[in-house]
């Protein structure tokens, strides 16, 4: 990682994407040892409007919280694909919900399912989130798995943490097959060298 990563999650209001950021910032933070800045906003309608959260993690002490250019960034739906990928650095990232999202303003988007995985695997929509999260921590390293883990249970309802468990390891699932079948020197440069913790 550079002295700075810069992530968007982004989609719309009741997709959960206010909580998988404080969870991804708390990962990288709390867990992680890194300095981050969290910030979020709201479309007009909470429902169904615009929503997106933003995480800036860095080595280094942070001197402006916002996040400016993208390294990576995650569109839960057609509108913030097409609204907030023009953030995205030249080399970034943009990772797409392919349930939700049918086109892409580039070919280089890496499209996975997270509402139908959550739905047709785990029987609950509202897991998204978290499914993407997974695969973001394996695309990226940004944060362990480990330390994403700790996050997602401390925030999560009680009773639900072995569906968000699941939930992190099939969108981590997704994310490495996706990486097999890309080649290896195409990922290179983004996110730090993190060892990955690995699921037993």
Do not use: W
């Not at 996975?112 to 993407?132: D, H, K, Q, S």
């Amino acid at each position: 990682m550079g002295k700075r990563y810069e992530i968007c999650l982004s989609g719309s209001g009741g997709q959960g994407l206010i909580l998988a950021g404080i969870i991804l910032a708390e990962a990288a933070g709390v867990y992680g040892g890194k300095h981050v800045a969290q910030s979020q906003s709201y479309g007009p309608e909470a429902r169904g409007g615009a929503s997106k959260s933003e995480v800036v993690i860095s080595d280094e002490e942070i001197d402006y919280p916002m996040a400016t250019r993208l390294d990576l960034l995650l569109a839960m739906n057609q509108k913030s694909s097409d609204s907030f990928y023009f953030d995205l650095k030249p080399e970034g990232i943009l990772v797409v919900d392919s349930s939700l999202v049918a086109q892409t303003p580039t070919t280089k988007a890496i499209r996975i399912p997270f509402t139908e995985i959550a739905r047709n695997e785990l029987g609950r929509e509202m897991v998204a989130n978290i499914v993407a999260l997974g695969a973001l921590a394996t695309l990226t390293k940004v944060v362990s798995l480990k330390s994403l883990e700790a996050a997602v249970l401390a925030r999560v309802p009680k009773g639900t943490e072995a569906l968000n468990r699941k939930a992190l390891q099939l969108g981590s699932k997704e994310a490495k097959a996706i990486l097999k079948k890309r080649k290896p020197e195409s990922m290179q440069g983004h996110g730090p060298n993190h060892e990955d913790t690995a699921y037993e």
